[in-house]
């Protein structure tokens, strides 16, 4: 049995899910919420979650993954893919000034907006135990693979901010031990 407790938060309705055989949907909620929450909260952008634009993860323009991996009850990694425009814009976005290009403090900005991201998914996950996130990583190219195990289950979501789109993606395994 599902027990799903609605609340209301600013104008968006967020469900809490209690049983393990929900986790994809609960990560979704958590992956919209904390982008949510991040957005309004520090960014001052709007952000609209469910754009199905796969601009965000094209193989053939420049683009960014910034990795966060976390481990405890949950095995894996968070990653925000985002063109390299987007993901200037949205550094732009968390440091309050103008980068003209990904330089070093854009790249510091664009790992921590994941690291605030995953930070988020973590608190809300956290009726699950305890789950502890490594240093972000940023990735920058137009030919690369960020290739996960088989045994991970993969979770996805799109969003659009005005200039852009990005996706946010969860890896996991549910830890055995």
């Known amino acids: 049995m599902v027990a799903m407790m609605p609340y209301l938060k600013g104008q968006l309705l967020y469900k809490s899910f209690r049983i393990e055989g929900n986790m994809n949907e609960e990560l979704s909620d958590a992956i919209v919420e904390s982008v949510h929450d991040i957005f309004h909260g520090f960014l001052a952008l709007e952000v609209f979650p469910g754009v199905q634009i796969a601009e965000a993860c094209q193989e053939d323009t420049q683009k960014t993954a910034t990795v966060v991996s976390f481990n405890g009850v949950l095995r894996g990694s968070v990653i925000?893919?985002?063109?390299?425009?987007?993901?200037?814009?949205?550094?732009?976005?968390?440091?309050?000034?103008?980068?003209?290009?990904?330089?070093?403090?854009?790249?510091?900005?664009?790992?921590e907006l994941t690291d605030l991201i995953a930070g988020g998914m973590r608190t809300r996950l956290s009726a699950h135990g305890e789950i502890r996130l490594t240093p972000p990583i940023v990735v920058i190219g137009t030919q690369y693979h960020l290739?996960?195990?088989?045994i991970f289950s993969q979770e996805r979501q799109f969003f659009q901010v005005n200039g852009g789109t990005f996706c946010v993606e969860c890896f996991y395994i549910k830890d055995s031990s």
Not at 84 to 110: I, K, P, Y
Not at 147 to 150: E, G, H, I, T, V
């Open 80 to 111: 925000l893919h985002a063109s390299v425009s987007t993901a200037v814009l949205l550094a732009e976005a968390l440091a309050g000034t103008q980068f003209h290009s990904l330089s070093e403090n854009a790249r510091e900005m664009l790992g």
């Open 147 to 150: 290739n996960n195990a088989s």
